[in-house]
């Protein structure tokens, strides 16, 4: 059942995911464009900020390459059965949750490949550049952290794409709804706690969500394939 | 365990514009049970009730003994499953498609599926989105008999579908319930299609089940006849009365649509004071619409 389900995911996602797949090899590649040791130099003459500085130019893309491919692994994962109506899965003789579970797990699994293609690419560019002291590479972590990211975002929109475009209006409204009546209620409280002054619901929950333990804080840590 | 299928009080509702009121409907185990009923009359909201697509207000329905939807999965296991519109996926071959399907089902014949493969003509690598209307058909059928299920429901099976696909389509299915004595549940709105095939039938109007008998009775029950000297009608017949209407604009003359006829009643009118002239045969086409018609609301009476 689960390598029908991730042949099945496959043949959805084969055409989008396979030139991501390559991006995500060529990114490390490009974010050491240039940095190589220049013809007849010595590597000790390349300054540990420069390579560093170069690289950093890059360091918004890899997050947003990962949300990417989760976003397309996500909406990707039930596009067919939307557009069935979802007949073929319900009349499967598989729990609805197992059915789910294992859309979920192909598509987590897919994910891996991106991860992979990111992982050789770092290698690779890594070997091309002499590091000099003090400098190192990190392509088995920036992997890593490339997969969760993907995974994360993945996880979010997978939950939201299962449903139909009325439940994903509602969750959303539902959020927007929260933070403006949040506002409201804190500017009421206000007069009560002087404590809350200056408080911004929508501020709060970016935090709680992008700092540790926030499910969102992989977008935002240390990116580097070459760091001190 | 005498019923295959069986939806007791079953209600539904859909917004203010559709329902299924108080649906109860059975299928005997070995059956080839006829569902009928014009389009939108619920035919496939009834479906997609017992295949647990959709949850009813209130009711009860069991399939193969058990009880949905808590049991589904093992009913899901020993149903093959024919919807109104296609619901394979386009972008995959039939080959991909059939050992998608199969991983699913334990009791998959992969020998039987090929068989089927090469029977109904279907080519193994054609793409999905490819495929005629009446080659999807076949696939439907190849995927749900190769199930090996003890129910097979189909929802309109061959609608669209030309004569001789229709054909091999019907040929297919017969073929499996005298091999497995399978139940097979089918709607349609083709009555002349479920007359040659159906040993009962349910007919289905505006969301509820007008009626449910054997197809012998439905075929032979179903009569039309001329009365004379009709002054009052009884409140207590032997039959049930569809419709009447007079004859020609002579006041006592009238022709009666009747169900449950027996050859028997015939003295029954000579006891109230009426005049039977002759009793006319119905074809199931015939009896089918002039049971819709009575079932709607308009001038009947009913005994």
């Given at each position: 059942m689960y390598r029908s389900m991730l042949f099945l995911h496959w043949k959805q996602i084969n055409i989008p995911l396979i030139p991501l797949i390559l991006a995500a090899y060529a990114l490390p590649l490009l974010s050491v464009q240039g940095l190589g040791t220049p013809p007849g130099m010595d590597s000790s003459t390349l300054e540990a900020y420069r390579i560093v500085a170069g690289a950093q130019i890059w360091l918004p893309v890899f997050p947003l390459l990962a949300a990417v491919i989760g976003v397309t692994l996500a909406l990707s994962a039930w596009n067919w059965d939307h557009q069935l109506g979802h007949v073929h899965a319900l009349s499967l003789p598989v729990p609805r949750w197992r059915y789910a579970l294992l859309k979920m797990g192909a598509g987590a699994t897919l994910a891996l490949l991106p991860a992979a293609g990111l992982w050789m690419g770092a290698h690779v560019a890594t070997s091309f550049v002499d590091l000099p002291t003090g400098l190192n590479a990190y392509p088995n972590q920036l992997a890593l952290r490339f997969l969760a990211a993907t995974l994360v975002a993945y996880g979010l929109l997978f939950a939201m794409a299962a449903g139909t475009v009325k439940t994903t209006v509602w969750i959303i409204s539902g959020v927007i709804g929260f933070f403006i009546l949040g506002n409201v209620v804190t500017d009421f409280l206000v007069g009560y706690f002087p404590v809350l002054y200056r408080t911004n619901l929508l501020e709060l929950a970016l935090e709680a969500l992008i700092r540790?333990?926030?499910?969102?804080?992989v977008f935002t840590g240390n990116w580097m394939l070459i760091d001190v | 365990m005498n019923n295959a299928i069986e939806l007791s009080n079953v209600r539904w509702r859909a917004g203010r514009s559709f329902e299924l009121r108080d649906l109860s409907l059975h299928v005997p185990v070995g059956s080839i049970y006829g569902f009928l009923g014009p389009n939108g009359s619920g035919k496939t909201t009834t479906i997609r009730t017992f295949m647990g697509m959709l949850k009813p207000d209130r009711g009860d329905i069991r399939v193969l003994g058990m009880d949905v939807p808590r049991d589904l999965p093992r009913i899901l296991a020993r149903v093959g499953y024919v919807p109104e519109r296609p619901h394979v996926?386009?972008?995959?071959?039939v080959e991909e498609q059939v050992k998608y399907h199969a991983s699913f089902f334990d009791l998959w014949d992969p020998g039987w599926a090929q068989e089927l493969i090469e029977r109904l003509g279907l080519d193994p690598t054609r793409k999905i989105s490819r495929m005629s209307k009446g080659e999807t058909g076949k696939l439907l059928v190849l995927l749900a008999l190769s199930q090996r299920p003890d129910v097979l429901v189909l929802d309109e099976p061959t609608d669209g579908l030309d004569p001789v696909v229709r054909r091999d389509v019907l040929t297919a299915v017969l073929d499996y319930v005298g091999e497995r004595n399978a139940t097979v549940f089918i709607s349609s709105h083709l009555v002349h299609e479920l007359e040659r095939i159906c040993d009962w039938v349910g007919v289905m109007d505006n969301g509820s089940l007008v009626a449910e008998l054997p197809m012998t009775q439905f075929k032979n029950g179903i009569k039309r006849i001329r009365v004379d000297d009709v002054d009052e009608v009884p409140?207590?017949?032997?039959?049930?009365?569809l419709s009447r209407e007079r004859t020609n604009g002579v006041s006592t003359a009238e022709t009666w649509i009747v169900r449950g006829w027996q050859d028997p009643m015939r003295g029954y009118f000579d006891s109230v004071g009426m005049t039977l002239r002759d009793v006319v045969d119905l074809d199931l086409e015939e009896g089918f619409v002039e049971l819709l018609r009575s079932s709607r609301p308009q001038p009947s009476y009913r005994s």
């Open positions: 540790a333990p926030g499910p969102l804080q | 996926y386009p972008a995959l071959r409140v207590q017949l032997p039959f049930t009365l």
